[in-house]
Nanobody, 117 residues
Framework: QVQLVESGGGSVQAGGSLRLSCAASVRIYGIITMGWYRQAPGKQRELVAH?????????ADSVKDRFTISRDNAKNTVTVSLQMSSLKPEDTAVYYC?????????WGQGTQVTVSS
């Protein structure tokens, strides 16, 4: 069973920065994509950013040029980080780590990000 361990998040004022990290006990060759989704109250869960096994990245238009996703590969652990800068109140949401592999899709428990104006 794959486990996703999330860290980071919290509260920050508009214009500030936060960093999210997610560690998965998998090997890189089994990964299709790994990244972050978010869900604000009353809204659907949406893709924030993901990175493919080949290193290609994809961002939601609303976060381009403000968020950066990166990946660190260890022998049996892959860690994806999301550096969030110039945060806006509309970035407030629960952020979920997502992992897609050839064996299935996995989600983290979610971490709250709150941006105050």
């Amino acid at each position: 069973q794959v486990q996703l361990v999330e860290s980071g998040g919290g509260s920050v004022q508009a214009g500030g920065s936060l960093r999210l990290s997610c560690a998965a006990s998998v090997r890189i060759y089994g990964i299709i994509t790994m990244g972050w989704y978010r869900q604000a109250p009353g809204k659907q869960r949406e893709l924030v950013a993901h990175i493919t096994s080949g290193g290609s990245t994809n961002y939601a238009d609303s976060v381009k040029d403000r968020f950066t996703i990166s990946r660190d590969n260890a022998k049996n652990t892959v860690t994806v980080s999301l550096q969030m800068s110039s945060l806006k109140p509309e970035d407030t949401a629960v952020y979920y780590c997502n992992l897609r592999t050839m064996r299935g899709e996995y989600w983290g428990q979610g971490t709250q990000v709150t941006v105050s104006s």
